[in-house]
C-alpha cells in the first residue's frame, strides 16, 4: 500500500494528539480545582478551536491531495467500515468543537482564547439550549473515544494480523 502524502500524515498526527489531549481535557474538567479550571478550559477552548479549523483544513486537503487506496485484497465490508469510521471520525472533528462553541455561546459567554482573541457568539443566551448543547456536546465525546478505539483496533489489526501496509501507510513513508 502506497503511502499518505508527507502532509496528510503530519496533519494526521498533530490532530490524534490534540485530541487526545482535548478528550483529556475535557473529561477532567469536572475534577479540577478552583485554581486549576481557568488553565485548563482556556487550554480546553483554544485546542477545541484548533481542532475545528485543522479538520476544514484536511478536508480541504482531501480534495487537492489523493489519498492511498486501501488494499484491494481488504473484504468489502472492512472498506465499507474504514469509510463509515473516518466519516464519524470527521463529523466528530467538526461537530464536537462546534457543539462546544454553541454550549459556550448559549452560556452568554464570547469563545475567547488567549491573547485577547473573541469568536463571535453563535446563539443568544438561552439556559435550556445551553443544556442541550452540554448534553450533546457529552455524548460527542463518548463516540469520539468509542470510535477512536475502534479505528485504533482497526489499525492495529491491520499491522498484526492481515500486514497490509494500511498502518504503515500514514505512518511512515516507503521504504526504498
Excluded at 66 to 80: D, E, F, G, H, Y
Excluded at 96 to 125: E, K, Q, T, V
Excluded at 143 to 166: E, P, S, T, W
Amino acid at each position: 500500500m502506497n503511502p499518505f502524502p508527507l502532509p496528510i500524515r503530519i496533519l494526521h498526527w498533530t490532530m490524534a494528539a490534540l485530541v487526545a489531549i482535548e478528550l483529556f481535557l475535557g473529561f477532567n474538567l469536572a475534577y479540577a480545582t478552583c485554581r486549576l479550571f481557568p488553565v485548563l478550559i482556556d487550554a480546553h477552548k483554544c485546542i477545541g478551536i484548533a481542532i475545528y479549523f485543522l479538520v476544514i483544513l484536511r478536508l480541504v486537503l482531501r480534495v487537492f491531495i489523493p489519498t492511498p487506496s486501501l488494499p484491494s485484497k481488504m473484504a468489502a465490508i472492512q472498506k465499507v467500515l474504514a469509510g463509515l469510521s473516518h466519516a464519524i471520525l470527521y463529523l466528530l472533528m467538526f461537530f464536537m468543537p462546534l457543539s462546544g462553541w454553541l454550549m459556550l455561546s448559549a452560556s452568554g459567554y464570547p469563545l475567547s482564547l488567549a491573547g485577547g482573541i473573541y469568536f463571535p457568539r453563535l446563539i443568544g443566551s438561552d439556559i435550556r439550549i445551553f443544556s442541550l448543547f452540554n448534553n450533546i456536546h457529552f455524548i460527542f465525546s463518548i463516540a469520539f473515544v468509542c470510535i477512536i478505539f475502534f479505528h485504533v483496533y482497526a489499525a492495529l489489526i491491520h499491522a498484526v494480523i492481515y500486514r497490509d501496509g494500511v498502518l504503515s501507510s500514514i505512518v511512515r513513508k516507503r521504504s526504498s
